[in-house]
């Protein structure tokens, strides 16, 4: 008999998860990779937060940031970095993060790669909300936020409901997703057509996604969601990865199916818009991320908390090059992470079609 060749077939060099046991009999299982992958997206995150604070008109050095920052900076750094320049970075991280969380969830419950809120239709329905406050109403910047926070609740209330048949089930969300981001798009062109001239400007501004005059009140809410939603995510964590293997299976293994994927999809919304509200329609992070996490851990399932983290350093880092890479012209970072987005997807279905998966 010839021995079967199992080249291929072996893991590619990946630590296995190690279980830790504690002495009152409790077991935790840790993906060593994919702690050491979430280490360094958050060193990678802090350390372009820290040069993006200490780059502008006004430069300062690395070592004086972090010494501002810890109390022991001159006043006058003290106003730049803490009134004007931390307050545009905190929402940049927030946002991403909130962003790649939101995708992981959508792309986990819907099974689907291309299940992220761009696809769906969600920044496109915040959008149509921030649009309705600034062509009709001539709102504040509170009121354009509350506006796109309202249009992305509703519309993700009205993906749940057409997609609902005895539950909701991936391709219909999708399919479902697609439909009324093409209504809300429409909606968004006649809003443009109506506006004057001075309104059309501001909500193109706002349509491109930017973090440029962000303070401390997008700052706040922001946190406060994060702080409440994201434990409550990865809580869950274990009932979306077993129902990554079917509603029947993840059933019988005890997870309440409905109750879970409801609950899920409830706190992708409220990232989603919330992060939509604070900064635009970002495009392409809440798709990128979770695919460019799940490629670096090269671990199954839905991975949320390196999913968060990448996020939150596309962000940053593509708001560094929005600043400094075109000289005087600063670009939205809607803009870069757009190009970026796009040239990702492009390689990436390339790469499937030339593997035989599409």
């Known amino acids: 008999m010839k021995k079967a060749s199992t080249t291929g077939r072996t893991r590619r060099s990946d630590s296995p998860p190690r279980a830790l046991r504690t ?14 992958v979430v280490a360094l997206l958050l060193v990678a995150a802090l350390a372009a937060s820290v040069v993006l604070i200490g780059t502008g008109d006004f430069p300062i050095s690395a070592g004086d940031v972090i010494r501002t920052l810890l109390g022991y900076g001159n006043p006058g750094q003290e106003f730049i970095i803490r009134e004007l320049r931390l307050p545009r970075v905190l929402v940049g991280l927030l946002v991403g993060a909130a962003l790649g969380l939101g995708g992981a969830l959508f792309q986990a419950v819907s099974r689907n790669p291309l299940g992220s809120p761009d ?11 921030a649009l309705v406050v600034i062509v009709l109403v001539g709102g504040n910047t509170a009121q354009v936020t509350l506006g796109a926070l309202a249009g992305g609740l509703l519309t993700g209330l009205a993906i749940y409901l057409l997609a609902w048949k005895q539950g909701v089930h991936g391709y219909r969300l999708v399919l479902v997703g697609i439909g009324v981001s093409a209504v809300a798009t429409a909606v968004n062109g006649y809003l443009i057509t109506k506006a004057d ?23 706040w809410p922001l946190l406060a969601l994060c702080a409440v939603l994201v434990p409550l995510v990865l809580a869950h964590a274990r009932g979306l990865r077993m129902m990554e293997m079917g509603d029947d299976m993840a059933g019988a293994l005890g997870v309440r199916v409905e109750r879970v994927r409801m609950l899920l999809l409830v706190a992708a919304v409220l990232l989603t818009a919330t992060a939509t509200a604070a900064a635009g329609p970002v495009g392409f992070v809440a798709l990128t991320a979770p695919q460019l996490a799940r490629r670096l851990t090269r671990s199954p399932g839905p991975n949320l908390l390196p999913s968060l983290c990448m996020g939150a350093a596309l962000l940053v880092a593509a708001d560094f090059a929005s600043q400094r890479l075109f000289g005087a012209d600063q670009l939205p970072v809607g803009v870069v992470t757009g190009v970026l987005g796009g040239v990702y997807l492009l390689w990436l279905l390339v790469t499937e079609r030339r593997a035989g998966r599409i």
């Open 23 to 36: 002495p009152g009999g409790l077991s935790l299982r840790l993906d060593v990779r994919a702690l050491v």
């Open 119 to 129: 696809v769906l239709g969600l920044g496109q329905g915040s959008t149509a909300g």
């Open 197 to 219: 001239l001075v309104d059309a400007a501001r909500a193109v501004v706002w349509m491109t996604g930017s973090l440029n005059g962000r303070g401390w009140e997008q700052v």
